[in-house]
T-cell receptor, first 111, second 109 residues
Framework: SQTIHQWPATLVQPVGSPLSLECTVE??????LYWYRQAAGRGLQLLFY??????ISSEVPQNLSASRPQDRQFILSSKKLLLSDSGFYLC??????????FGDGTRLSIL | QKEVEQNSGPLSVPEGAIASLNCTYS??????FFWYRQYSGKSPELIMF????GDKEDGRFTAQLNKASQYVSLLIRDSQPSDSATYLC?????????FGTGTSLTVIP
C-alpha cells in the first residue's frame, strides 16, 4: 500500500531563518506531488506541484521554492522566512485523474 | 471566477438528519470529482470520488454528479456528531487539482 511521510509535525522558526520541509512517498512510482498551505480557518492554497523529477510548477510567487531530487521526494524550502509564511503545510501525492492523498502536515509558526 | 465554489456555511443539522453539501466548478474539462473531510487541525481525508454522471453511494454517503450543470453534491444520511468537520470539494481535469474553500458542517446531538 502507498504511504506518505511528512516531517516535522510542528516547527517554530524565527523571522528570517531558513526552512526545509520534506515529504516522501512509498509504494507508488512517478506520482504527482503537491505542496499546499492552509491558513487558520481558510482553504487550501496550492504552492507547487510536480509531475516528475526536476519538474516544478509554481502557483504562487513568493519566497518559497520546491525541489524534487528523487521520484518520491518533495522538498519545500525558504532562504528567509516571513511572518506571513505561518500556516499548516500539507504535502500530497496522486496520479492523474485519481484522488490526492495527504500527509499529516507541518504546523509552522513564525516568531 | 474561482475554479470550484462551495457555500462556506456553517451548515448545522440535527443528529439523524440528512446533510446536503453542494459544489460547482467552472472547468468543463474536469473529469474526476472528490469529496474530502477535514477535522480541525488535521489533514484532509478522502471520503468519496465520482467520475460519471449520476449517484454513487458508499455507506451513509452519496455523491451526485451532473456534468451538464457542472455541479457536484454530497449527501450524508443519518448524520452523526462525528461527521462535524469541514468538507472540501475537489475537481481535476488531469494533473491540476482544484479545491473549494470548504463547507463547515456541525451535527447537533
Amino acid at each position: 500500500s502507498q504511504t506518505i511521510h511528512q516531517w516535522p509535525a510542528t516547527l517554530v522558526q524565527p523571522v528570517g531563518s531558513p526552512l526545509s520541509l520534506e515529504c516522501t512517498v512509498e509504494g507508488t512510482s512517478n506520482p504527482n506531488l503537491y505542496w499546499y498551505r492552509q491558513a487558520a480557518g481558510r482553504g487550501l492554497q496550492l504552492l507547487f506541484y510536480s509531475v516528475g523529477i526536476g519538474q516544478i510548477s509554481s502557483e504562487v510567487p513568493q519566497n518559497l521554492s520546491a525541489s524534487r531530487p528523487q521520484d518520491r521526494q518533495f522538498i519545500l524550502s525558504s532562504k528567509k522566512l516571513l511572518l506571513s509564511d505561518s500556516g499548516f503545510y500539507l504535502c500530497a501525492w496522486g496520479q492523474p485523474n485519481q484522488p490526492q492523498h495527504f500527509g499529516d502536515g507541518t504546523r509552522l509558526s513564525i516568531l | 471566477q474561482k475554479e470550484v465554489e462551495q457555500n462556506s456555511g456553517p451548515l448545522s443539522v440535527p443528529e439523524g438528519a440528512i446533510a446536503s453539501l453542494n459544489c460547482t466548478y467552472s472547468d468543463r474539462g474536469s473529469q474526476s470529482f472528490f469529496w474530502y473531510r477535514q477535522y480541525s487541525g488535521k489533514s484532509p481525508e478522502l471520503i468519496m470520488f465520482i467520475y460519471s454522471n449520476g449517484d454513487k453511494e458508499d455507506g451513509r454517503f452519496t455523491a451526485q454528479l451532473n456534468k451538464a450543470s457542472q455541479y457536484v453534491s454530497l449527501l450524508i444520511r443519518d448524520s452523526q456528531p462525528s461527521d462535524s468537520a469541514t468538507y472540501l470539494c475537489a475537481v481535476t481535469p488531469g494533473n491540476q487539482f482544484y479545491f473549494g474553500t470548504g463547507t463547515s458542517l456541525t451535527v447537533i446531538p
